[in-house]
């Protein structure tokens, strides 16, 4: 494989509404010190998927508004990537001598959790609404940090109230939240200066964080899109170096996630930074700034195919007991790569099965190609077989090097209980490329591998699962 082409796409299959989620993790204790330390690892991963099982399906999703003058507003939307917040998990974990490992089960029942979810978002919505009430005269200096108490506020609400509207068959009735998000942007907006420079931008709000130690820091993205641009590439690097002290190397150092989004307005860039705790799932600190299209003039701000994102996040495979997920050793969301960068990739299933690689270059005019997973020949290089013995722990597909051609990129990765054989695409090797290329476009070949769900009569029952990531990779700055 010539690119650290890598980077995959597994969507977690899914449960429907009112339906409990279960998930199950193991953790190597030789990577920690101390067996309490392999338990909570083990722990935090059942936390991850479980979360990752409701992300996914909602992410594509998002709320926007209007002010008076018809112009559309900034998306205030905090949907952060397998960290939110979960109430009433019921966990179980047994430490195994034989492999110096400990396994937990999870599980999330909806009707045990929806009261508490509820009275949440009851509480954060009276919040919210009594500050904003408090705040509607003049706004002085000594009140910014009430706003951003506020902006805080408002993007936890927006967590609960996801969590909330995933479980339950109705949502969350906040019919002032829109007008709540608006009015916040504009008051910073007023607030705010327009920067001219995205350091400092960076700098405004690094100088908050200062308490926190342990941050995992990821490029901000653009609105229903995973692909990190170039402006996002920069931000992100300002941002790790105005916290360099703070940090974490590895997501086992973190206990912090720092994410954001940004979104152009026409005369520049509203960018929107959420501080999370990684073991509640809860959002510490927001703010918002705006900068000045002139900070941001030569670099890329809009993803390059948002119709096909929006194609491939609007076909998971239906729910079933089957669940696949993807990580590298650098995470699995906002990933960014520069030239020479090694990248490990990891695919863990909850049961025995067989998956295959399908890749999609980012490209307007992009392409689609299955990926090879091993040295064998035809068909079956492109499929790997993951044992019982081998469940729910993360097996290693390789180690890649980033090289040219840069860009974005996505891999779909589909996976099954059952054989694969003529559910597996067909191919065309393309010598001017090297890849093994499927169908005559990205469309047609999403089609092909959704054909999985399609089940025979009189048919062994098949299960399948998806996951999805991307990255982008460039030269390095």
Known sequence: MKRVALIALFTLALPTQGATLWAESQAECGRYQGRQACRDAAEQAVLSSLSK??????????????????????QLQSRT????????????????????????????????ALPSYQQRIQQLDQQLTQGVADLKGEL????????????????????????????SPQPAALPALPQQQSWLQTRLARYNDTLPSLEMAIERIATDLKPY????????????????????????????AALSGQVATTSEQARYLLSGSYQTNGQGMDLLYNLVELDSGEVLHSQLVSVMA??????????????????LY???VEPSALTVDLQTNKGSRGLSFAEGETVQLM???????????????????????????????????????????????????GEFEVEPPFGYEMLQVIASNQPLGTALPATRYDPDT?????????????????GLKRKQQQQAEVLTAEAVISFTSANRL
């Open 314 to 316: 609007a076909g998971y």
């Open 434 to 450: 090297g890849y093994h290329r499927v169908g005559d476009n990205r469309e047609q070949a999403v089609s092909q591998t959704r």
């Open 347 to 397: 695919v863990k299933l909850n049961r025995s099965g067989y998956f295959y690689v399908l890749g999609h270059t980012g490209e307007a005019k992009g392409f689609s190609y299955l990926l090879e997973l091993n040295d064998e020949t035809g068909p079956h290089r492109f499929q790997h077989y993951i044992g019982p013995e081998q469940a729910n722990k993360w097996v290693l597909l």
């Open 53 to 74: 099982q409701i992300f996914v399906q909602v992410e594509s999703n998002g709320d926007s508004f209007q002010n008076s003058d018809g112009v559309a507003l900034f």
């Open 294 to 311: 002139k900070a941001y003039a030569g670099l890329e701000t809009e993803p390059a195919s948002p119709d096909f994102e929006r194609l």
């Open 213 to 240: 130690q342990g941050i995992l820091v990821r490029p901000p993205l653009y609105p229903h899109s995973q692909q990190v641009t170039e402006a996002a590439q920069r931000i992100g690097g300002l941002m790790t």
């Open 81 to 112: 990537h397998s960290n939110l917040p979960l109430i009433g998990v019921s966990q179980q974990c047994d430490y195994h001598s034989s492999g110096n490992l400990v396994s937990c089960s999870g599980s999330l029942n909806p009707d045990d």
């Open 140 to 167: 002085s200096a000594a009140q910014y940090e009430k706003l951003l108490t506020l902006l805080t506020v408002q993007q936890q609400l927006e967590q609960f109230r996801l969590v909330h509207d995933f479980f």
